[in-house]
């Protein structure tokens, strides 16, 4: 993708994973009037969400969290690719929805869609947080102290994707695996290490 576009490409292999696991069914309407913060919805592309999955070091007690998760379709193939537990978090009721039954649909049962803010829905399980960009401002700093703080007891991993990796990048709580070229529509995984330090 050229760095001067503002929303990432996409390819066949979207429009067939949007027909399997959306099982034909149109976009839901959103009914959540977006603040300032809080940023419209996209999908990530699917090849970047095989790369996720490939690129992780994924444990037997790892739990994805997607924040800002949409339509569920990142959080459904991460637990198809990996089997481990994927949870979305989405303050849009009908997409909530509409991933549950995606999910129900598809047999999965180590899938969970939280319906909530991220600045308060429960986090603690959590040891993969994904973001596209889902909020700036006060709301991502907001939400990544919650991070910050899960990070004091154990080390967890941090992926972005769009404009909030070059946001992350600055947080001094964070390491960025390799050096973070390639864009800000690149796959960017950033790990903790201020549990090494207590």
């Known amino acids: 993708m050229?760095?001067?576009?503002?929303?990432?490409?996409?390819?066949?292999?979207?429009?067939l994973v949007n027909r399997l696991l959306g099982g034909?069914?149109?976009?839901?309407?959103?009914?959540?009037?977006?603040?300032?913060?809080?940023?419209e919805f996209y999908k990530t592309p699917v090849r970047v969400v095989v790369e996720l999955a490939?690129?992780?070091?994924?444990?037997?007690?790892?739990?994805?969290?997607?924040?800002?998760?949409?339509?569920?379709q990142l959080v459904l193939l991460v637990n198809i690719l990996t089997e481990v537990m994927a949870k979305g978090v989405e303050i849009e009721p009908v997409y909530c929805d509409f991933a549950r039954g995606c999910a129900?649909?598809?047999?999965?049962?180590?899938?969970?869609?939280?319906?909530?803010?991220?600045?308060?829905?429960?986090?603690?399980?959590?040891?993969?947080?994904?973001?596209f960009s889902p909020f700036k401002g006060e709301v991502f700093l907001r939400v990544m102290d919650r991070l910050r703080l899960?990070?004091?007891?154990?080390?967890?991993?941090?992926?972005?994707?769009g404009p909030c990796s070059a946001e992350i990048a600055r947080?001094?709580?964070l390491r960025r695996e390799g050096?973070?070229?390639g864009g800000?529509?690149?796959?960017?995984?950033?790990?903790?290490f201020l549990h090494e330090q207590g």
Do not use: N
Not at 150 to 159: F, K, M, P, W
């Open 184 to 192: 800000e529509y690149t796959l960017q995984i950033f790990s903790s």
């Open 104 to 131: 129900l649909r598809l047999g999965l049962s180590d899938v969970e869609f939280i319906e909530g803010d991220a600045r308060v829905a429960d986090l603690a399980s959590g040891t993969v947080f994904f973001l």
């Open 54 to 72: 490939e690129r992780v070091s994924w444990g037997p007690d790892d739990v994805f969290f997607d924040l800002g998760s949409g339509l569920g």
């Open 150 to 161: 899960l990070a004091l007891t154990r080390e967890i991993r941090v992926i972005g994707y």
């Open 24 to 39: 034909g069914a149109g976009m839901p309407v959103p009914t959540v009037e977006l603040t300032a913060e809080m940023v």
């Open 171 to 173: 947080l001094g709580w």
């Open 2 to 15: 050229s760095e001067d576009r503002d929303i990432p490409e996409y390819d066949p292999l979207d429009v």
């Open 179 to 181: 050096d973070g070229k």
